[in-house]
């Protein structure tokens, strides 16, 4: 056990023991809220792109990732939900931009325009951005298997099933697109450059990180994902950008967002709002 | 989902000389219920007939995947969000498998994927009449997966026994999908029609819109109609086995009863079965309209065209890109 | 500008459900090459089936029978009782008489679990 760390690597199996230490309920919360947001605005992109991906074969597997990463953000807002913190189409649907946990980079527009007009999407975002997002995808996952919350430790470790396959359909996208044309390469760098200045905060825990740490509901460090998380793409990225990993436009994980945010949550609860009170 | 509707010259003209003893044992084949293959001899007008018809079903799939996915971001529930994700996703895949097949038909003529995608942006290629219609509303993505794809399966499952081989297994995949599709669409209309004075507005308001274009799906009853039709050659080679009115008449008598079981009504009070007949009896669509929609001239077309044309083109780099091996994979 | 017709190949894709069960053709997709082919095989063809195991192969490396080949050499005279157990049915009659019973498909199978000391 290292230094620092609380006697308390008790197993914690339910939503009742959860709320009897109200830090580790705080901090268990934040760690929920970011892994399911982080899950849906990426998938909610994701669905965006439907239909219009580069080719046909693609268009149908990227969409059984992204139906992949959505069914992840269900499961940790049913999480959410036996927590008693409400019910998880609400938790997805309802809730203003100051009170998502997700990273700021993941709630980007896929490119120019809009789904359903002019989508100048750009494949190289959505390339760059599912790569560096699965790695730290991955990272986490393992990072939170063990988590002293069983019923996460027990969702990571499903999830975890699942990922490989994604992680590699990415991983093959971004060293053909950075071993081709003048042009791919041109437009994979530009995308890779900027990720670099705007991903941190994807790669962090937010204000609890220490509590989370504490509580062994993760059991790596927010600078040991990072570490590992450089590590990794280190060894796809044919040009590492210089300096360290940035966050542009402020921490997700703090509610701090971009206008991206709120025009992702205004189609995603569009038909949503038309009625709340209605059964769909 | 599809339905075979001639309209205007085909580009593509075969060349296969006429040899009666060949003609003669393809046709035998064909009689004895056997299942013709890509490299197998077939009449210029077997092979031409299956180009139009596989490559006009494929690429009305690839464009019917447009007004659901309007919907796709916007689904209410994350359930509504997984299953029509999954659905349209499916569409896409049908397309996958239908263009394959096309383009193995069209392998003499040297014409490829990219060339069924250029006719399509040029004109010179089809797609289905309902999908130049607007989704307006959350019902109409209730109603796409209820009576377009109710429609589409009737069409399909037609063709479930068809000559040509690869068509055929293609088929078989895609009805099996489709009855995914159709509980996924009763879902969304079920919660419609049992909810709020809201939700049952829409629904209905959605089935008057789509009348119409439903009736339309299986093209004309006969050639008079809109000049042109080529269901009989279909018929001689059993690529399918009823007419058009025979499956407008099906698709009627299956769900019509259901339609009135929800409380909804149909936009047309003439419509009643006639138990002499023994059929319905139903105020035609203006086919002169049908004419225009399949011309593109529909009140979605071109922005429908427009969203297909920016991914081609838009995507055209990164199809570029893959011209080349990756590194150390 | 490269035409899209030169690089993208027509990919055959097999699979097996489970360990117990045969290599089976499900259909064919178009990739650029090998490893985007595997990389979309399995969730355009079984996104509802189980998998154990997935190949591709390039179509223009199969050597298939042709159209003459699949109807000159499949054919084949029905005279060949003598390669199945057809044949042998009046043995059943005859073990009974002598108070034994057949060793039949079925039973031969069952033999995969004998009797531990």
């Known amino acids: 056990m290292e230094r620092g760390e609380e006697k308390m690597s008790n197993i914690i199996e339910t939503p009742e023991q959860a709320k009897q230490d109200a830090t580790y309920y705080q901090a268990l919360r934040e760690l929920l809220l970011q892994l399911a947001d982080d899950d849906l605005l990426i998938s909610f992109r994701g669905s965006e792109w439907l239909g219009l991906a580069p080719h046909i074969e693609e268009d149908v597997a990227y969409s059984s990732i992204t139906q992949n990463t959505m069914g992840h953000a269900v499961m940790y807002y049913n999480l959410l939900e036996e927590l008693g913190e409400g019910r998880a189409d609400i938790l997805a649907h309802d809730r203003q931009p100051d009170e998502r946990r997700n990273g700021c980079y993941l709630e980007k527009r896929n490119g120019e325009g809009m789904y359903l007009e002019e989508p100048y999407y750009d494949w190289a975002l959505a390339v760059v951005r599912n790569y560096f997002y699965e790695t730290c995808k991955k990272i986490k996952l393992e990072a939170i298997a063990n988590s002293s919350y069983q019923p996460l430790a027990h969702v990571a470790r499903k999830v975890l099933m699942e990922h490989p396959y994604h992680l590699a359909h990415w991983k093959l996208w971004m060293k053909q697109l950075q071993s081709s044309t003048d042009e791919a390469k041109k437009r994979m760098q530009t995308r890779i450059d900027e990720a670099w200045v705007e991903f941190a905060d994807v790669l962090e825990l937010g204000n609890l990180a220490t509590d989370m740490r504490k509580h062994r509901l993760v059991t790596i460090s927010e600078e040991e994902i990072k570490d590992k998380w450089l590590d990794e793409v280190k060894t796809i990225l044919v040009d590492l950008p210089e300096g360290p990993v940035g966050k542009k436009y402020g921490s997700g994980r703090n509610g701090e967002h971009t206008d991206d945010l709120k025009q992702a949550l205004d189609i995603l609860a569009e038909v949503y709002n038309s009625d709340k009170a209605a059964a769909w | ?329 | 500008m490269v035409k899209e017709s030169d690089f993208y190949q027509v990919y055959e894709v097999f699979s097996r459900r489970g360990n117990k069960a045969p290599m089976q053709h499900q259909f064919s997709l178009l990739a650029p090459n090998k490893e985007m082919a595997m990389v979309m095989a399995q969730e355009n063809f079984m996104r509802r089936e189980d998998v154990v195991d997935v190949w591709v192969v390039k179509q223009s490396d199969i050597r298939k029978m042709n159209s003459e080949e699949r109807q000159s050499l499949t054919n084949r005279l029905d005279n060949k009782q003598y390669r199945t157990t057809k044949g042998y049915g009046y043995l059943r009659q005859k073990w009974k008489e002598k108070e034994q019973g057949m060793l039949d498909e079925k039973e031969i199978m069952s033999w995969k679990e004998v009797k531990k000391k």
């Open chain 2, 1 to 329: 989902m599809y339905n075979y509707v001639e309209d205007g010259d085909s580009k593509t003209t075969a060349y296969v000389e006429h040899d009666q003893e060949k003609y003669d044992a393809f046709m035998a084949r064909i009689e004895a219920g056997e299942k013709i293959e890509a490299d197998d001899w077939m009449p210029a007008d077997y092979r031409q007939a299956l180009i139009k018809l596989i490559s006009m079903h494929g690429i009305s799939e690839i464009m019917g995947a447009l007004p659901e996915k309007e919907w796709v971001p916007k689904a209410p529930t994350l359930r509504r969000k997984l299953g029509i994700m999954a659905k349209v996703q499916d569409e896409m895949g049908h397309g996958q498998l239908l263009l394959r097949v096309a383009e193995d038909l069209m392998k003499p003529f040297g014409k490829t994927r990219e060339n069924l995608m250029e006719d399509l942006l040029n004109g010179d290629l089809k797609f289905h009449n309902v999908f130049h219609m607007p989704t307006k509303t959350w019902a109409d993505a209730g109603m796409v997966g209820w009576l377009v794809d109710g429609a589409a399966i009737m069409s399909q499952t037609n063709m479930l026994d068809a000559s040509y081989g690869p068509y055929q297994r293609a088929l078989q995949r895609i009805c099996q999908e489709e009855v995914f599709h159709a509980q996924h669409g009763e879902s969304i209309i079920m919660a419609l029609a049992e909810g709020n004075e809201y939700q049952r507005s829409i629904l209905q308001e959605s089935l008057n819109r789509w009348w119409p274009a439903l009736l339309m799906f299986f093209g004309p009853a006969s050639a008079e109609t809109t000049g042109s039709s080529k269901q009989d050659i279909m018929i001689k080679y059993k690529i399918r086995k009823s007419t058009n009115e025979e499956l407008r008449q099906a698709f009627l008598s299956k769900y019509l009863p259901r339609v009135f079981s929800l409380g909804l009504t149909i936009p047309d009070e003439t419509i009643h079965y006639d138990e002499k007949e023994e059929k319905w009896i139903y105020k035609q669509p203006d086919w002169a309209e049908f004419k225009q929609i399949i011309r593109n001239k529909g009140p979605k077309s071109k922005e429908r065209l427009r969203l297909r044309e920016i991914a081609y083109e838009n995507n055209r780099w990164v199809r570029q890109a893959l011209a080349q091996e990756p590194v150390n994979v």
